[in-house]
């Protein structure tokens, strides 16, 4: 009604149709007024607001949990493989040690799937032949 009052106001000399001042006010009474929110209203905001933050927080937080444990679960891949390895390396590098045993690795592992073409060593043969006698 507000709004009819300053209409009429500013038409000093009621020049405006009451006909379109009625209109007016029909068209005026026909939208909803939007009550003041109450304290009920008010606490169930801030309460919604607050889940809202705790759920997105609770999500963020999964994010970084799940994160971490790959983290970890790579560390603990990582010493399993290299732990046993520390002594070892401690020990010192022999060459000729190495490439025997590599070949010794890869002769076994042949006569395992039972490659047959892949003879003995000389020095394996020696050793065996020394050993027969």
């Known amino acids: 009604m507000g709004l009819i009052n300053l209409i009429r106001r500013l038409d000093a000399h009621n020049a405006i149709n009451e006909t379109l001042t009625t209109d007016l006010e029909m068209h005026l009474d ?68 190495d490439a025997r045993k590599s070949y010794e690795v890869a002769v076994e592992a042949k006569r395992v799937r039972g490659d047959k073409h892949w003879p003995k060593r000389g020095s394996d043969k020696a050793e065996n032949q020394a050993g027969a006698a």
Not at 52 to 70: F, G, H
Not at 76 to 87: G, N, Q, R
């Open 30 to 97: 026909a939208f909803p007024v939007e009550p003041e929110p109450d304290i009920l209203d008010r606490s169930a905001a801030a309460v919604s607001h607050l889940l809202s933050d705790a759920r997105a927080a609770i999500v963020r937080l999964d994010a970084e949990i799940a994160d971490k444990q790959d983290q970890r679960r790579r560390a603990k891949i990582i010493v399993e493989a290299f732990a046993p390895v520390l002594p070892k390396l401690d020990d010192g590098y022999d060459a000729a040690d």
